[in-house]
Structures are given as structure tokens and as C-alpha cells.
Nanobody, 122 residues
């Protein structure tokens, strides 16, 4: 499975961005996908995830109500609204191939995209 993230850029605080992740290869073997982010000097953290089977989603508390994840065929999107400086990070999309493991844990994911930088200016 190959993942290609795009859509990052520079935006002012309060603005919006939409990230996209294109999945190719044996995508039918995956169970769900997620978005993670890593700010300078910090560990990679979960942002949002979606399960294929029932379409259920999960969000980190820090983005709940501001970010929205959804899927359209082999694309997964992350709409980010009301951005603030704390959202500045490299954003990664990832896919997990197993039902086991939490949607929220980095270690649950097997495939990773290359990352796209989001910079929010205050």
C-alpha cells in the first residue's frame, strides 16, 4: 500500500486547509486510515482516524469539532478549520491493515505517507 499526502501549506490563524491522502496498491487489505502530525521537538500524535467497515471516526481532543475526516473511494481527506498556531506540524496519513490495535495509536498503523507541512501563522 502506498500513501501520498498533499494539501499542506501556510495559512493564517483562523483559516482552513484540506489535506488529501491518495492510497494505491492493495488498499483492500487495509482496515482503516488515520492522520497524524508531528511538530518540531515533539512526538508524532494521532489527529483523526476512520474505519472502513462502519465508517466510524475518531478525533484527538485537541482537534475535535474543528477537523473532519472522511473517505471517498481510495482517497481520505482531512478538513481543518479554525486553525491555530498549535496545529503547525508535518501531517502524515497512515493505513492500518488489521482490526486489532487502536485507531488512536501510532503503533497500530502499518503504512505511512511522506508527510505534508502545515504552517499556521498567528
Amino acid at each position: 500500500v502506498q500513501l501520498q499526502a498533499s494539501g499542506g501549506g501556510l495559512v493564517q490563524a483562523g483559516g482552513s486547509l484540506r489535506l488529501s491522502c491518495a492510497a494505491s496498491g492493495r488498499t483492500f487489505s487495509t482496515y482503516g486510515m488515520g492522520w497524524f502530525r508531528q511538530a518540531p521537538g515533539k512526538e508524532r500524535e494521532f489527529v483523526a482516524g476512520i474505519r472502513w467497515g462502519d465508517g466510524s471516526v475518531g478525533y484527538a481532543d485537541s482537534v475535535n469539532g474543528r477537523f473532519t475526516i472522511w473517505r471517498d473511494k481510495n482517497m481520505v481527506y482531512l478538513q481543518m478549520d479554525s486553525l491555530n498556531a498549535e496545529d503547525t506540524a508535518v501531517y502524515y496519513c497512515a493505513a492500518k491493515k488489521s482490526y486489532s490495535g487502536s485507531l488512536y495509536y501510532t503503533a497500530s498503523y502499518n503504512y505511512w505517507g511522506q508527510g505534508t507541512l502545515v504552517t499556521v501563522s498567528s
